[in-house]
C-alpha cells in the first residue's frame, strides 16, 4: 500500500493537477458572488440547485469523476486508435448544430437533448488537438511537404468554418494558437511575423484609412528589403517612391483632375499604379533565382494590400451591426459607452473600482447589482478584478501562466512526439482563451463571448477543458511510469 501511494505521487503531474482545482474552485466563488441576486430570489427556500451555483457544482461532481476514469482508466492507445472517429463525429455534431442548434446571445452553437445542454465548438479543440497529433507524430512529418501542411491546414479551416458558421467567432479564434504549436515543431519562422503584420494593416486600413496602411505596408517592406540586401539607395529610392505615392489623394482632389480620378479611391490609385509592375517583376524573378527575397517581398505587398482592401469590406458590409460597432468602439473610431461598448465599459468600471485588494467578497456593487451582463460565464473576470482586486486579478493570471509553463515543460519533456504535440496543443488552447477573454473584459479586445477557462459558468467550457487536461495528464502517467 506504501508502495503504491509512493507509485501515484510520482506518477502524476501534481503542478498541473494543483493549478486546475485551485482555478475551479475559484471560479465556484465568484459564480456564487456574481449571483447573489439570484441566490437572494431563491433564499427563502433555502439552498437550490436550479442557481447558476448549484448547477457549476453539480458538474464540477460530475467533471470530477470523469477526470478520476480519464486518468486512471483510459490509455492513451485508445485515442491513437479511435482519434479519426472522434474527429469525425466532432464534425458531424458541428455540423448537425448548424441545422438543429439553438440560438443563444446570437450565435447558433447549441444542442439541446431535453434537460442537458452541448455546446460542440468546445469540445471541438479536443478533437483537433488529438488529430493535430496523430498527424505529427508520423516519422515523415516535415513542414517542407506540402501534403502534409495541406493536411493540417484542413483539420484546421474545416471545424473552424463550421464554428464560423455558427457565428462562434471567439471559439474560432482559439484555433490560431495552434499555430503556436506548429511554430514550436518547425514551422517557418515568418509565419508568426507575418500573421502579427495582417493585424496591425487591418487595425490600421480601420483606424487611419486603407491608403494610409498601404503606404505604412510598402514602407515597412522597404525597411526589411534594405536591411536583408544591405544598400542604403534602395531605402532612398524606395523613401522618394513613397512620397511622391503620398500625393495621390491629393491630386484626386483637385479640381481639374477630380472629374478623372476622383471617380476610384486613392488605395485604388495605388494599386492600379503598382500591381502591374509588382506582377511583372514576380514573374521575372521565378527564373532568376538570385531574386528571390524580391518576389516574396512583393507577393507580401499584394497579399498584404488584399487584405486591406477586404478589411473594410468585411466590417462594414458583411459583419452584422453589433459586431461592427463593438470593433469601432475597441479601436476608439466610435464611443459608445451605452450601446455597444456598454459592456466593457462596464466591466472595465467593475475593474477599477476593486483598487489593490479589491472591495470583499459578495461586496462588489457593480456585481451585486448586475450591471455587467454575462458576468458569470464570458466577464466573470470583472467580479474577479471588483471583488478580489489587483492581487486577486494577478494571482488568477498567475495561476494560468504556472498551468501553461507546467504544461509546456511537462510536454517537453515526453519521450514521443504525440505527446509532446498534444501537451502543447493544451497549453495554446488554454492560453488563447485566456488572452481573449481578458482582453476582452479590459477593453484590449472586441467582445466575441469566450469563457475563461475553468473559472467560467458553464458544464460544456468545464468538461472541455477537464477532457483536454487530463487527457494529457493520463499520457504523461504512463510515461512517468516506464
Given at each position: 500500500?506504501?508502495h503504491s501511494r509512493h507509485?501515484?505521487?510520482?506518477?502524476?503531474?501534481w503542478?498541473?493537477v494543483i493549478?486546475y482545482f485551485?482555478?475551479?474552485l475559484?471560479?465556484l466563488?465568484?459564480i456564487y458572488s456574481?449571483?447573489?441576486g439570484?441566490?437572494?430570489?431563491?433564499?427563502?427556500?433555502?439552498?437550490?440547485?436550479?442557481?447558476?451555483?448549484?448547477?457549476q457544482l453539480i458538474?464540477f461532481?460530475i467533471?470530477?469523476?470523469?477526470?478520476?476514469?480519464?486518468?486512471?482508466a483510459v490509455?492513451?492507445?485508445?485515442y491513437?486508435?479511435?482519434v479519426?472517429?472522434?474527429?469525425?463525429?466532432t464534425?458531424?455534431?458541428l455540423?448537425?448544430?448548424i441545422?438543429?442548434g439553438?440560438t443563444?446571445?446570437g450565435s447558433?452553437s447549441w444542442?439541446?437533448?431535453?434537460?442537458l445542454?452541448?455546446?460542440?465548438a468546445?469540445f471541438?479543440?479536443i478533437?483537433?488537438?488529438l488529430a493535430?497529433?496523430?498527424?505529427?507524430?508520423?516519422f515523415?512529418?516535415s513542414?517542407?511537404?506540402r501534403?502534409?501542411?495541406v493536411r493540417?491546414?484542413?483539420?484546421?479551416l474545416v471545424?473552424?468554418?463550421l464554428?464560423?458558421?455558427?457565428?462562434?467567432t471567439?471559439l474560432?479564434?482559439?484555433?490560431?494558437?495552434f499555430?503556436?504549436?506548429?511554430?514550436?515543431?518547425?514551422?517557418?519562422?515568418?509565419?508568426?511575423?507575418?500573421?502579427?503584420?495582417a493585424?496591425?494593416?487591418?487595425i490600421?486600413?480601420?483606424?487611419?484609412?486603407p491608403?494610409a496602411?498601404?503606404?505604412?505596408?510598402?514602407?515597412v517592406l522597404?525597411?526589411?528589403?534594405?536591411v536583408?540586401?544591405?544598400?542604403?539607395?534602395?531605402l532612398?529610392?524606395?523613401?522618394?517612391?513613397i512620397?511622391?505615392?503620398?500625393?495621390l489623394?491629393?491630386?484626386?482632389r483637385?479640381?481639374?483632375?477630380a472629374?478623372v480620378l476622383?471617380?476610384?479611391?486613392p488605395?485604388?490609385w495605388?494599386?492600379?499604379?503598382?500591381a502591374?509592375?509588382a506582377?511583372?517583376l514576380i514573374?521575372?524573378?521565378?527564373?532568376?533565382?538570385?531574386?528571390?527575397?524580391l518576389r516574396?517581398?512583393?507577393?507580401?505587398y499584394?497579399?498584404?494590400?488584399?487584405?486591406?482592401?477586404?478589411t473594410?469590406?468585411?466590417?462594414?458590409?458583411?459583419?452584422?451591426?453589433h459586431?461592427?460597432?463593438?470593433?469601432?468602439?475597441?479601436?476608439?473610431?466610435?464611443?459608445?459607452?451605452?450601446?455597444a461598448g456598454?459592456?466593457?465599459?462596464?466591466?472595465m468600471i467593475?475593474?477599477g473600482?476593486?483598487?489593490?485588494?479589491?472591495?470583499?467578497?459578495?461586496?462588489?456593487?457593480?456585481?451585486?447589482?448586475d450591471?455587467?451582463?454575462e458576468?458569470?460565464t464570458?466577464?466573470i473576470f470583472?467580479?474577479?478584478?471588483?471583488e478580489?482586486?489587483?492581487?486577486?486579478?494577478?494571482?488568477?493570471?498567475?495561476?494560468?501562466i504556472l498551468?501553461?509553463?507546467?504544461l509546456i515543460?511537462?510536454a517537453e519533456k515526453?519521450n514521443n512526439?504525440?505527446?509532446r504535440v498534444?501537451?502543447?496543443?493544451?497549453?495554446?488552447c488554454?492560453?488563447?482563451?485566456v488572452?481573449?477573454?481578458i482582453?476582452?473584459?479590459i477593453?484590449l479586445?472586441p467582445?466575441?463571448?469566450?469563457?475563461?477557462p475553468l473559472?467560467?459558468y458553464?458544464?460544456s467550457?468545464l468538461?472541455?477543458?477537464s477532457?483536454?487536461?487530463?487527457?494529457y495528464?493520463r499520457?504523461s502517467y504512463e510515461?512517468?511510469g516506464?
Amino acid at each position: 500500500m506504501i508502495h503504491s501511494r509512493h507509485t501515484l505521487r510520482k506518477r502524476i503531474e501534481w503542478r498541473i493537477v494543483i493549478c486546475y482545482f485551485a482555478l475551479i474552485l475559484f471560479g465556484l466563488v465568484n459564480i456564487y458572488s456574481s449571483s447573489t441576486g439570484e441566490a437572494a430570489s431563491l433564499a427563502a427556500a433555502g439552498w437550490s440547485w436550479n442557481t447558476k451555483y448549484g448547477m457549476q457544482l453539480i458538474w464540477f461532481g460530475i467533471v470530477l469523476a470523469l477526470d478520476v476514469l480519464l486518468l486512471f482508466a483510459v490509455p492513451s492507445r485508445f485515442y491513437n486508435v479511435f482519434v479519426w472517429w472522434i474527429y469525425f463525429l466532432t464534425l458531424a455534431l458541428l455540423a448537425a448544430t448548424i441545422f438543429v442548434g439553438t440560438t443563444v446571445n446570437g450565435s447558433k452553437s447549441w444542442l439541446v437533448l431535453g434537460p442537458l445542454r452541448l455546446q460542440p465548438a468546445e469540445f471541438s479543440k479536443i478533437a483537433v488537438s488529438l488529430a493535430i497529433a496523430t498527424v505529427m507524430e508520423k516519422f515523415t512529418f516535415s513542414f517542407r511537404n506540402r501534403r502534409d501542411v495541406v493536411r493540417l491546414a484542413l483539420l484546421l479551416l474545416v471545424p473552424m468554418g463550421l464554428i464560423l458558421l455558427e457565428k462562434e467567432t471567439g471559439l474560432a479564434l482559439v484555433y490560431m494558437g495552434f499555430l503556436l504549436v506548429f511554430y514550436r515543431e518547425g514551422m517557418n519562422r515568418w509565419v508568426l511575423p507575418l500573421g502579427i503584420l495582417a493585424i496591425a494593416l487591418a487595425i490600421l486600413s480601420l483606424v487611419l484609412s486603407p491608403f494610409a496602411a498601404m503606404l505604412i505596408l510598402a514602407g515597412v517592406l522597404l525597411i526589411w528589403v534594405t536591411v536583408e540586401r544591405r544598400e542604403l539607395k534602395i531605402l532612398l529610392y524606395g523613401v522618394v517612391a513613397i512620397a511622391a505615392l503620398a500625393f495621390l489623394p491629393r491630386l484626386c482632389r483637385i479640381e481639374a483632375l477630380a472629374p478623372v480620378l476622383g471617380r476610384l479611391n486613392p488605395e485604388i490609385w495605388l494599386l492600379l499604379l503598382t500591381a502591374p509592375a509588382a506582377l511583372f517583376l514576380i514573374i521575372r524573378s521565378l527564373f532568376r533565382k538570385r531574386e528571390s527575397l524580391l518576389r516574396h517581398t512583393l507577393v507580401v505587398y499584394l497579399a498584404g494590400a488584399a487584405l486591406i482592401l477586404s478589411t473594410n469590406t468585411v466590417v462594414y458590409k458583411v459583419l452584422q451591426d453589433h459586431q461592427r460597432l463593438r470593433i469601432e468602439s475597441l479601436l476608439g473610431i466610435r464611443d459608445d459607452p451605452m450601446g455597444a461598448g456598454y459592456n466593457v465599459h462596464q466591466s472595465m468600471i467593475a475593474i477599477g473600482s476593486g483598487g489593490f485588494s479589491g472591495k470583499g467578497f459578495l461586496a462588489g456593487t457593480q456585481t451585486r447589482f448586475d450591471f455587467v451582463p454575462e458576468q458569470s460565464t464570458d466577464f466573470i473576470f470583472c467580479t474577479v478584478g471588483e471583488e478580489w482586486g489587483f492581487v486577486g486579478a494577478c494571482g488568477v493570471i498567475l495561476c494560468y501562466i504556472l498551468l501553461i509553463l507546467f504544461l509546456i515543460s511537462s510536454a517537453e519533456k515526453q519521450n514521443n512526439r504525440f505527446a509532446r504535440v498534444y501537451g502543447w496543443c493544451v497549453a495554446a488552447c488554454i492560453l488563447m482563451h485566456v488572452l481573449i477573454n481578458i482582453g476582452m473584459t479590459i477593453g484590449l479586445m472586441p467582445v466575441i463571448g469566450i469563457p475563461l477557462p475553468l473559472v467560467s459558468y458553464g458544464g460544456s467550457s468545464l468538461m472541455a477543458f477537464s477532457i483536454l487536461i487530463f487527457i494529457y495528464l493520463r499520457m504523461s502517467y504512463e510515461q512517468r511510469g516506464r
